[in-house]
T-cell receptor, first 110, second 117 residues
């Protein structure tokens, strides 16, 4: 079975500092990896995906993620965090369905 | 920008009652999904739907659940006889491609919060 793990329940950073949200995956075959963000009282919004090609994937709102096959990781990054980035972030892996991680709550303080 | 919509935003029902949760997927999408998120837990897959039939379902999706696309726009999830443990946020999603095109990202609606009392 395919799965992802998000080892951190919470990440706290100061505005302007780099933000990293960690994700590791376990799949058989090629991974199809996604990041979603959930703001309060909103649905899950697609941020970016890795299917194949460049290991560094760029997505919405200045986010990027690095696919690392040897470490089976797909960490989400943003070079300079904003207060408005405070939200719940989910990593997911897909075959016919999305399998989500438990989520990481990001708090960016002013 | 097209988006997935869901109604109602919050549904309160008594145990044993039937509920229908409604979704309008993005108009040119072909694959439809329901997920749920029990408070404090992971988002879990329930069912996928394509070409007017269920393509995959999880062990959660038992005989109490059914899905339907009654017309060209709506996609519904019915729970026949609700239990307390059905209380959760239910998300509808749609995608242009499905498992055959694994790259297809799924677009999610805002969710329906179901409370069973």
């Amino acid at each position: 079975a395919q799965s992802v793990a998000q080892p951190e329940d919470q990440v706290n950073v100061a505005e302007g500092n780099p933000l990293t949200v960690k994700c590791t995956y376990s799949v058989s075959g090629n991974p199809y990896l996604f990041w979603y963000v959930q703001y309060p009282n909103r649905g899950l919004q697609f941020l970016l995906k890795y299917i194949t090609g460049d290991n560094l994937v760029k997505g919405s709102y200045g986010f990027e993620a690095e696919f690392n096959k040897s470490q089976t990781s797909f960490h989400l990054k943003k070079p300079s965090a904003l207060v408005s980035d405070s939200a719940l972030y989910f990593c997911a892996v897909r075959d016919y369905k999305l399998s989500f991680g438990a989520g990481t709550t990001v708090t960016v303080r002013a | 920008e097209p988006e997935v919509t869901q109604t109602p935003s919050h549904q309160v029902t008594q145990m044993g009652q039937e509920v229908i949760l409604r979704c309008v997927p993005i108009s040119n999408h072909l694959y439809f999904y329901w997920y749920r998120q029990i408070l404090g837990q992971k988002v879990e897959f329930l069912v996928s739907f394509y070409n007017n039939e269920i393509s995959e379902k999880s062990e959660i999706f038992d005989d109490q659940f059914s899905v339907e696309r009654p017309d060209g726009s709506n996609f519904t999830l019915k729970i026949r006889s609700t239990k307390l443990e059905d209380s959760a946020m239910y998300f509808c999603a749609s995608s242009l491609s499905g498992a055959g095109g694994l790259s297809g990202e799924q677009y999610f609606g805002p969710g329906t919060r179901l409370t069973v009392t």
